[in-house]
């Protein structure tokens, strides 16, 4: 392992993937440029990312879930193949990337609109 590097793993990756490397390269770029987007339009705006960052989360960890119970058929094979702990651990970890590009998108979204609505007044 001492002459392995991260050079390495991006050409695997490549022979891998082929073209949907860099599609999913694209796709991520895009949805972190969003994500810092609603963020300064956010603060811009004078307004807490606290309900962009709850929607997100709420999203996030549903398709999470959801792609978690999908993921036997991803692979092409039943549900019988959650068999140990460790079946289910790579099942969320491979249904955490859904999920979060779903986080992603729907901050960016919620964030935009919070940011378009002004700042809070408090009545005093």
């Known amino acids: 392992m001492s002459d392995f ?3 390495t793993l991006f050409f695997i990756l490549s ?9 999913l390269l694209a796709a991520g770029l ?3 440029g ?3 987007f609603g963020v300064s339009r956010l603060r811009r705006a004078g307004r807490p990312a606290k309900r962009p960052l709850m929607a997100a989360a709420i999203m996030g960890t549903v398709a999470t879930a959801v792609f978690t119970l999908l993921m036997p058929a991803w692979t ?3 549900t ?5 702990g460790i079946d289910v651990a790579v099942a969320v970890l491979l ?3 859904p999920g979060v590009l779903v ?3 729907v901050f960016t979204m919620a964030s935009l609109r919070c940011a378009s609505r002004g700042p809070r007044v408090q009545a005093a």
């Open 15 to 23: 022979e891998a993937m082929g073209g949907f490397l860099w599609l």
């Open 95 to 97: 249904g955490l990337v």
């Open 34 to 36: 969003g994500v810092v």
């Open 80 to 84: 019988g193949a959650f068999a140990s």
């Open 76 to 78: 092409l094979t039943d």
């Open 30 to 32: 895009l949805l972190l």
């Open 103 to 105: 986080a992603a998108a």
């Open 5 to 7: 590097n991260p050079v």
